[in-house]
């Protein structure tokens, strides 16, 4: 079914959403529209046009595909379930994402992956195309964040305060150089055989949705970021 | 209770911009689009605009928008105007009536030129003594506000949704080659027009969103340079420390941005040598101007528009561009609801401003 | 190191006349304070060891224990007290920040006790409430604000999803983790017999408890621990945690030494590791940010259950509890200041934030002020040690209170204020196998219920003798409320007048 979101509020569309049978539908025309798809589970939706702030927030099973940009706080708490973004998304993309993969072909904003989590057989990613503003996977808990570089020459594709506070997870940079000033919290290696093949899965999806050759993009040159064990919180306090 | 200006009132927003560089005029009603699908941002307590190359027969006036409670606060204010400006044009300013625009003020609009025999007297530069006349009927004269006192551009006002602001002032009827508005989500009563974003003081005006952490430490520092912060707003301070930074100051536009954004310490150390001294000097030497917490501002100048993130970005803000007209809104579905296919799109990063100026020849 | 030595603060005295070395105590005391000597066959104690929390005592059956406090003085110096002094060797000797827990402990205001409350006499009657009725059932939620009326001419029921309280006093959050398996099944139990409902804190709801969900209000906090869809939908209500009256703007820590197999299913991260609450939640950075996250949780949950938004009483929170009103939230709920805590740097328990008495006062009167008190109803907290300071809350303009420190302390708490160290003897403030199951969920729900129920009985008494039959009538009627040695800014604060007046 195909629901025209043109400026319908989003209470009414998510209703309409909510009320479909179908499990696969498409929403046309969107406009702003929040909370497309919250805490929903077994159904496939595409947008088209900018879907509004927290898509698919608490997501528990969906698989939703964008055509255009998202805006902030996509996958909020997720779940579990697969965000496509065939664009770029704003800031906050994934914040305490629990599972499931978030593909972003483009760009993310400031506060990628923040406060992901791994839980059991849980495992949130979350993959950028391009680019991420700072504080990518701040507090990172656990999960995966793989950031391409596409387009960016060989920089490394993050910018200020990575990975400040993580305890847990990593952070995977396809880079030339390993990226400066880095906080105390984070270990920087280059990415063994077991890094490339724990990433292989994750670049077939983005492949396949995007193009591009994903043995190819293995084969490079990877940056692996992790938690540095003698850098935790422990030392911060006195009991009194 | 307490109306604004006797108590502080944070308030959160949505923001939207839309500016041409070839100077092409157009009316409010994309802008009024814009910024209505941002509805849920705003709480229906403050909605405005700024509109820039609106007065083109009147270019070379300040153009005073004033609010008044009370006819005598009327008087009293057009008998100060009469002292210190000749006043070539006054009128109500248009509006219509609108179910949900409700309590306005009389709202008037008056064309004027500093009194040259005053000015001389004063011993001030014309844009100085106009901005301290600007002050001092906000700040002496009970029920009268000036709330746009610049050359060929005007800010529109009021307590209610933003659309519904824009509907009410009718500004399809006026054409302009910048324009800026804003949403308020403030934390209060449904209290003071004047109260509403934008924030203007001569061609300045400034919409806002966030709440600064910074407000008093910067208020207190900008009050020593003859300014009065009588609203006890984010949005004012800001408008004076950019005027102060900009006008009496004499820095550019970038420059104010790396004092009121500066760059952490950290980022600053990491730039090369000159640079790192320059920043170093303009952060050390404005300390106090230092703003902090979430804001992301639009600041309409005569000929060019800046939008600035908080350094940390905890606002949202993109920019687009189609051919010569530059988009900037809060949300990504304000800008492609106005114009769908765009040239190109990005969120700038915190602390980096856009500043997008006339092109040569432009207006 | 000699000059970090800290004479232990309390002394064990042992009456060795009655001391029959069974040594229960040193089995009890998780901290190691008593000792048994094999060479002279006699109890000993480090007292460096202690925290006085009365477990030993309680439990020696010959009553040969008290703890008191030492006698070892620095030179006596009003400015420099010895609790200045020590903490700064303490913070000398280990550069950290220093780390206490439970609510502010230091002598500033206690509004309560300076508010009395009226009662009838001769001009109207008061009640008899054992034998008369007298109601203390409330609802939490938006108030509709107009009638709709179908074709008929009958009201329809346009009320948002409301919660319904028998008694006005709700169990606030304490999440699994900060406290025990143990006393979250006494919680749970006592909410659901008492009518009313505590609340999981922010480490997620435990399977076994999902059967209590009618009477479970769910938090989401920043660091969004244990949020699925499920869990939203488990509760009677969400309560989304802006701040804490003993913390607030900064977040938590639970080390992942606490963080066993059970927490970590329920908090839904690996065993072992550090769960962290950042100091705000990350989408929300302003006041439109605290609407998108309202509404996605309800748009999550099909508008079926209202959202509490609990924010710490700080110095703007009358603004801020405007701005809460207007983000979609039923219910808002206000911490103060002296507010208790699994843990929070001293620094801030002692010195950020407000007396809830000041806040509640202020968030009541600008809500009515801005004509929109309806939209909300208002949960005080942050210090409500009895039911007079219920009482006293309700006619400030609460709807209901949260308590939290007194449920702690009817499952045995004894307020040692040392639940950071993770080894609380009485089982409350731990996840040690051998000390949660020393508080029997059995005990601690009857104690739960009866502290409630006695609060209600003393509540309507005190209603009764005020001629106020029901709680809507006491509710924000300040005029039963005068104050006792306040100054005219306090009064007017507080919106009431001096004793006397």
């Known amino acids: 079914m195909v629901i025209q979101a043109n400026l319908t509020h989003f209470k009414t569309l998510n209703e309409q959403i909510r009320a479909c049978p179908d499990a696969d539908i498409t929403v046309g025309c969107c406009t702003g529209q929040r909370y497309i798809a919250s805490g929903m589970s077994g159904r496939r939706i595409t947008v088209h046009g900018t879907p509004g702030n927290a898509l698919g927030a608490y997501l528990d099973g969906c698989t939703i595909e964008v055509f255009g940009n998202a805006q902030d706080a996509t996958g ?66 656990g999960g995966l964040i793989i950031v391409l570089g596409r387009g960016v020459g060989g920089l490394p594709p993050v910018s200020y305060f990575c990975g400040t506070g993580m305890h847990g997870g990593k952070i995977v940079l396809r880079c030339d150089e390993a990226p400066q000033g880095l906080p105390r919290q984070v270990l920087v290696s280059e990415a063994t055989a077991a890094d490339r093949a724990e990433l292989l899965p994750h670049l077939e999806a983005y492949c396949r949705r995007f193009g591009g050759d994903a043995q190819a993009l293995a084969a490079e040159r990877y940056f692996v970021l992790t938690p540095n064990p003698e850098a935790g919180y422990k030392q911060l306090y006195t009991f009194n | 209770m307490l109306k604004e200006g006797q108590v502080r009132i944070p308030a959160g927003c949505a923001i939207s911009g839309i500016f041409s560089r070839s100077g092409a005029r157009t009316s ?33 006036f300040y153009a005073f928008h004033v609010f008044y409670d009370t006819q005598a606060a009327r008087d009293a204010c057009e008998d100060f105007l009469e002292a210190h400006f000749d006043i070539v044009n006054l009128s109500k300013i248009p509006t219509r009536r609108h179910p949900r625009i409700t309590d306005e003020p009389m709202i008037w609009r008056y064309f004027v030129n500093p009194l040259h025999v005053k000015l001389e007297a004063s011993q001030l530069d014309e844009r100085e003594y106009v901005a301290r006349c600007v002050i001092r009927v906000n700040d002496q004269l009970e029920g009268a506000y000036i709330f746009s006192s610049g050359k060929n551009m005007g800010v529109f006002k009021a307590s209610g949704y933003p659309e519904d602001v824009g509907a009410y002032y009718r500004l399809e009827e006026y054409s302009a080659y910048s324009w800026t508005c804003h949403g308020r989500y403030p934390t209060n009563t449904p209290g003071w027009w004047g109260g509403a974003h934008p924030f203007a003081l001569l061609d300045w005006s400034v919409v806002h969103n966030g709440e600064i952490s910074s407000y008093d430490a910067n208020r207190r520092f900008i009050e020593m340079f003859g300014y009065k912060c009588n609203l006890l707003t984010d949005t004012e301070a800001i408008t004076y420390i950019i005027d102060y930074l900009g006008r ?50 639009l600041v309409g100048f005569d000929g060019g528009l800046m939008a600035l993130n908080d350094r940390l970005k905890l606002r949202s803000m993109v920019v687009g561009e189609k051919g010569d007209t530059v988009y900037i809104a809060s949300e990504e579905c304000a800008i492609r609801v106005i114009e769908p296919s765009l040239d190109r799109i990005w969120a700038p990063r915190g602390g980096e401003p856009v500043i997008v100026t006339l092109d040569k020849g432009g207006k | 190191m000699p000059i970090d030595f800290l004479y232990p603060e309390y002394e064990v005295i042992r009456n060795p006349g009655r001391c029959i070395s069974c040594r229960i105590c040193e089995r009890q005391c998780a901290n190691g304070v008593h000792l048994f000597d094999d060479k002279t066959k006699k109890m000993t104690a480090d007292e460096s060891k202690c925290v006085c929390c009365h477990r030993c005592v309680s439990l020696c059956p010959t009553r040969a224990l008290k703890i008191v406090k030492t006698d070892h003085a620095f030179k006596e110096n009003a400015n420099w007290t010895g609790k200045a002094i020590t903490e700064i060797y303490r913070q000398a000797g280990t550069g950290g920040m220093l780390l206490s827990s439970m609510g502010n402990p230091e002598p500033q205001p206690i509004y309560w006790d300076k508010i009395l409350i009226n009662a009838s006499q001769v001009t109207n009657p008061p009640i008899d409430p054992l034998r008369e009725p007298m109601e203390t059932r409330t609802f939490l939620g938006k108030k509709p604000g107009h009638i709709e009326r179908d074709a008929q ?13 028998d008694v006005p006093v709700m169990f606030s959050a304490m999440s699994y983790g900060s406290i025990s398996y143990n006393s979250h099944a006494a919680l749970a139990r006592a909410a659901a017999a008492l009518g009313t409902y505590y609340n999981t804190g922010e480490g997620g709801l435990h399977k076994d408890f999902y059967g209590y969900g009618p009477h479970t209000i769910v938090q989401v906090a920043s660091g969004r621990f244990g949020v699925y869809k499920e869990y939203l939908e488990a509760g009677a209500a969400i ?122 006062a202020a968030v ?51 307020l040692c204020r040392t639940c950071q160290a993770g080894k609380c003897n009485w089982g409350i403030a731990t996840q040690r196998p051998d000390l949660v199951e020393r508080l029997d969920p059995e005990t601690g729900y009857q104690r739960l219920v009866n502290l409630v129920t006695a609060w209600d009985h003393e509540l309507k008494e005190m209603m009764g003798g005020m001629g106020i039959n029901s709680i809507e009538a006491l509710r924000g009627n300040r005029l039963m409320l005068r104050g006792l040695g306040l100054t005219q800014k306090e009064l007017d604060i507080l919106g009431i007048k001096h004793a006397g007046e």
């Open chain 3, 153 to 165: 001419g009958n009201i329809v029921p346009n009320l948002s999803p409301q919660l319904a309280l």
């Open chain 2, 248 to 297: 009496r100051q004499g820095l550019t536009l970038p420059e104010i941005a790396q004092v009121i954004a500066a760059p952490f310490w950290s980022t600053i150390e990491s730039r090369p040598a000159e640079e790192r001294a320059r920043l170093t000097y303009l952060r050390n030497a404005f300390a106090p101007l230092l703003v902090t917490g979430p804001f992301s501002i």
């Open chain 1, 76 to 141: 909020d708490t997720m779940n579990s379930g697969e965000i496509i973004i065939h664009g770029s998304c704003g800031d906050a993309t994934g914040y305490g994402m629990r599972g499931g993969r978030i593909l972003v072909e483009g760009d993310c904003g400031y506060r990628g992956g923040i406060h992901m989590k791994a839980y059991e057989g849980q495992l949130p990613v979350l993959v950028i195309g391009g680019q991420a503003g700072s504080f990518l996977g701040e507090y990172l808990a």
């Open chain 3, 364 to 414: 009541d009167q600008r809500l009515r002020d801005e004509g929109i008190r309806g939209q909300v109803s208002i949960v005080a907290g942050g210090s409500i040690r009895n039911s007079a300071d219920l009482l006293k809350a309700i006619a400030l303009g609460a709807d209901a209170c949260y308590i939290a420190t007194a449920a702690l302390l009817a499952l045995g708490c004894h």
């Open chain 3, 239 to 360: 309560e989304i945690k802006m701040g804490q009256g003993a913390k607030p703007g900064i977040g938590g820590h639970l080390p992942g030494l606490k963080v066993g197999p059970d927490i970590s299913k329920t908090r839904m991260i690996p065993e072992g590791t550090d769960a962290i609450s950042p100091a705000p939640h990350h989408d929300i950075y302003s006041i439109e940010d605290l609407r998108q996250l309202v509404y996605s949780l309800k748009e999550a949950t099909g508008y079926q259950k209202p959202v509490f938004v609990k924010i710490a009483a700080v110095h703007n929170v009358a603004a801020i509890a405007s701005g809460v009103a207007r983000s979609g939230a039923d219910v808002i709920c206000i911490d103060g200041y002296r507010g208790g805590t699994g843990a929070a740097p001293t620094r801030i328990r002692d010195n950020v934030g407000i007396p809830v008495e000041l806040a509640l």
């Open chain 2, 28 to 60: 409010g009603e994309a802008i009024i689009k814009s910024i209505s699908t941002m509805h849920d941002r705003s709480n229906g307590l403050g909605g405005g605009f700024a509109g820039y190359g609106i007065y083109p027969e009147y270019a070379d």
